[in-house]
C-alpha cells in the first residue's frame, strides 16, 4: 500500500464528496423525478443513462414523455432524434450510441425492459438485494448499448429513484480497467501479468480483494464507502493523476452541457434550480462566475501535489489576482 497516495486518494474522496459526487448529475435525474410515478423514475432513468448527462435526459423525459415512449417504434426514435440531434449532447462515455441511429435503438430497447419490468411492480423482486442486483444486471445487459459502465448507473439509479431493493455484490472490475487502474496507483502492479484467462482471473481476484480492502481502510477514517461509490472514486482518482480530473468537475461538465443544448432548445431553468437546492454554492460556477470545465485544474494533483477543492480555494479571486491555480488564493 502506497500510504501517499492512500491519503491523497481519501482527500479527493472527501472533498468530491463534499462538491456532491460522485455523479452529482445523477443526483438532480433522481431528485428531478422523486414525486413522479414509478415508470415515469424508470423511463428518466433510461433518459439519464442514455445521454448521461442531465440537461439532455431532462430534455428528452419533457419532450418524449412516458407514455409516448411506449408508443413509438424505431422509425418514430429516429425521425425525432435526427430532426433535435442539435439539441443532444452525450458524454463521452456514451460514444457507443452517438448517432441518431444507436440512440434511437437503445431507447427502444430501454423501453420494453422498463415495460416488462414495471409491470411486474413489487413482485418483480425476490428477498435477496444480492439476488435482485444479479437478476437486473443480467437484465439489463440485453440491452443495446447498455454495458458495464452504464448497467451500474443504472442500477444505482434504480436504486435510489425507485426505492428498488438492490445491492451490489462486488465491484463488478470484470472489464472494469478503470478502476482497476486507480487501484494500481495505491497497490502498485499486481503481482501477476496478465498472459491467459487463469493469471487475468487472478488479477481479477486480486482487484476486488484490493478495492475491498480499499473501501474498510475509508470506513475505518471516516468515509465509509459504498460498493457503488468505492469503484467510481478509484476510477475518479485514476482520472485525477492523469491530470483530467477534480473535486467538482462533473459539476462544471453539467454547464458545457447545458450550453451546448441550449441553441436548440431555449434556455431552461430547471437544472439551475435544482443545482441550488442540492449542491454548496461553492461548487456551481453559475454563483462564481465560471461556465465551464476548469480543465487547468484537473493537473493541480499530479504537478503540484495536493487537491484542488473549492471549499479551500477561491477560484474567483485567483484569477482575478492573476495568480496560477499552483497557488491558489485561500478561501
Excluded at 452525450?90 to 437503445?106: D, Y
Excluded at 465551464?292 to 489576482?321: C, M, N
Amino acid at each position: 500500500m502506497n500510504e501517499q497516495h492512500l491519503q491523497q486518494f481519501l482527500e479527493f474522496v472527501e472533498f468530491e464528496r463534499a462538491a456532491g459526487g460522485p455523479d452529482p448529475h445523477m443526483a438532480l435525474a433522481v431528485e428531478h423525478v422523486k414525486d413522479r410515478p414509478v415508470a415515469e423514475r424508470w423511463w428518466m432513468g433510461g433518459c439519464y443513462v442514455g445521454v448521461y448527462n442531465f440537461p439532455t435526459a431532462a430534455r428528452i423525459f419533457r419532450e418524449v414523455p412516458w407514455e409516448t415512449a411506449l408508443e413509438w417504434d424505431s422509425s418514430e426514435w429516429l425521425a425525432w432524434l435526427t430532426e433535435n440531434w442539435p439539441g443532444i449532447a452525450t458524454r463521452r462515455e456514451r460514444r457507443s450510441v452517438r448517432s441518431p441511429e444507436k440512440l434511437a435503438r437503445f431507447f427502444c430497447e430501454y423501453v420494453e425492459f422498463a415495460e416488462a419490468q414495471t409491470t411486474w411492480g413489487d413482485a418483480l423482486w425476490g428477498a435477496s438485494r444480492r439476488q435482485n442486483y444479479e437478476q437486473m444486471w443480467s437484465e439489463a445487459g440485453r440491452v443495446y448499448a447498455l454495458g458495464r459502465y452504464a448497467s451500474i448507473k443504472l442500477l444505482e439509479f434504480l436504486r435510489r429513484s425507485v426505492d428498488a431493493p438492490l445491492e451490489q455484490p462486488d465491484f463488478r472490475l470484470d472489464d472494469g480497467w478503470s478502476p482497476v487502474e486507480g487501484l494500481k496507483l495505491l497497490y502498485g502492479e499486481p503481482p501477476w501479468v496478465r498472459v491467459n484467462n487463469s493469471s487475468a482471473q487472478r488479477v481479477l481476484e486480486w482487484a476486488e480483494a484490493k478495492a475491498q480492502e480499499v473501501r474498510q481502510l475509508a470506513e475505518l477514517r471516516g468515509l465509509p464507502l459504498t460498493m457503488f461509490e468505492t469503484q467510481v472514486f478509484l476510477c475518479d482518482y485514476k482520472q485525477a493523476w492523469k491530470g483530467r480530473q477534480y473535486p467538482g468537475r462533473s459539476q462544471d461538465s453539467e454547464l458545457e452541457y447545458a450550453s451546448a443544448i441550449a441553441p436548440h432548445w431555449g434556455e431552461d431553468d430547471t437544472m439551475p434550480l435544482l443545482r441550488d437546492r442540492l449542491f454548496p454554492r461553492q461548487v456551481l460556477g453559475e454563483w462564481n462566475g465560471w461556465s465551464h470545465v476548469r480543465k487547468e485544474l484537473g493537473r493541480v494533483l499530479p504537478q503540484a501535489g495536493f487537491t484542488w477543492s473549492d471549499f479551500r480555494f477561491d477560484y474567483a479571486a485567483t484569477i482575478e489576482q492573476g495568480k496560477s491555480v499552483f497557488d491558489p488564493v485561500a478561501r
